[in-house]
């Protein structure tokens, strides 16, 4: 039986990634070893380490003038070091869509001045608004993808200060204007690699001004500096990252999987929107293309389909524990024929219990 798994995290790795790494797990470039049993600081690694940021730079066109780092502590490591590097005695602004734009406000609060702004005129309905006047804030941040709740910002806050976006649920699944961003984080086990890994994409202007307490390994200066290996990076999670860059690129390229990814996600939404059995409660401007959350009308039957649905080898849908209901993930690595076999599962459920 072909398993699909639908976490939203870690969650599942493009195959061809899987089966690469499976055939150099003992055996790394014929040097008798595992890459994770090699030094960060020979040259197999530093040669594998470069190419995985060069690819980076590559498929999201990162502009020169921005540091790649490669960083432990997943986003909510992320949402430390942002304020203790960029916060400063100023303050900054928090655009709130939902659960983790929430908690990396509340996070900044412990260093500085944060000050907060609803984007929801309800839980799935998000509106920019106009922000007004943003020159006063250190930085502008905000979650373009909301893991839990299901919904995203497409289009950009229009601010006068710089831009930090915690993209660690659509990194490489949507196009970025790099430029337009002072910083972007993200923590890779979604669509770029495991667990263990953060990757920060930050304007080089920007660094050099961190809270003299910030711990060495979250100093955005200090890891640019030594090319992200002051300390012992995250050397399995690295490689594999790097594979899973190589394959976005046998891809055709964040545009063609940004593709893929939305045809994939419009197929579920019209088959929810379709069904008088499931609902999606977010309103259409702001749907995730990566995470589809959705209820089922009769909610005494949701033990019963995510039974049904791992049976059916439809593995993790169960929506995040402080929402309820359920959610489909849909990264890149999640083919359309996962897509398929779900909506044919869903529908058969329906027919058993309408
Ligand atoms: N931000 C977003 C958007 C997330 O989806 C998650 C994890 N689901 C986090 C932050 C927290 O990530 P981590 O567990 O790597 O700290």
């Known amino acids: 039986m072909t398993v699909y798994n639908f976490c939203a ?186 667990a263990g890994l953060a990757l920060v994409i930050v304007r080089r202007d920007l660094l050099g001004q961190a809270d003299p307490k910030t711990p060495a390994i979250l100093d955005y200066a200090l890891a640019d500096k030594t090319d992200s290996m002051y300390n012992t990076p995250p050397t399995y999670p690295w490689y594999l990252a790097g594979e899973v860059f190589k394959w976005v690129k046998t891809q055709g390229g964040v545009a063609a999987v940004a593709e893929n990814n939305r045809a994939k996600a419009d197929r579920l939404y019209q088959f929810i929107d379709d069904s008088p059995f499931y609902r999606n409660e977010v309103a259409a401007h702001c749907r995730s293309e990566m995470n589809v959350t959705f209820q089922l009308q009769d909610t005494a039957l949701d033990a019963r389909f995510l039974r049904e649905a791992e049976a059916a080898g439809l593995m993790a849908l169960e929506g995040h524990r402080m929402v309820g209901g359920m959610r489909a993930s849909l990264y890149n690595a999640m083919p359309m024929a996962g897509v398929e076999a779900l909506i044919a599962f869903m529908s058969r459920f329906e027919q058993e219990h309408v």
């Open 9 to 194: 995290g870690p969650a599942m790795l493009p195959a061809d990634v899987m089966t690469k790494a499976r055939n150099e797990f003992l055996n790394f470039q014929d040097l008798g070893v595992s890459v994770m049993e090699i030094s960060h600081r020979s040259s197999p690694y530093i040669a594998l380490a470069e190419e995985a940021e060069q690819n980076l730079r590559d498929l999201m066109g990162i502009p020169d003038d921005y540091a790649v780092l490669f960083m432990h502590g997943g986003a909510r490591g992320q949402f430390s070091a942002v304020p203790l590097n960029l916060l400063g005695e100023g303050k900054a602004l928090y655009l709130n869509s939902g659960q983790w734009s929430d908690a990396a406000g509340v996070e900044a609060a412990k260093y500085g001045t944060v000050e907060t702004r609803d984007l929801r005129r309800s839980a799935g309905d998000l509106d920019l608004g106009d922000l007004g006047d943003t020159r006063g804030y250190r930085y502008v941040h905000y979650c373009p993808n909301e893991t839990v709740n299901g919904t995203a910002l497409f289009d950009l806050p229009q601010v006068d200060s710089p831009l930090v976006a915690d993209m660690s649920s659509c990194i490489l699944g949507r196009e970025v204007e790099v430029s337009k961003f002072g910083l972007i984080y993200a923590g890779a086990q979604k669509n770029a690699g495991p």
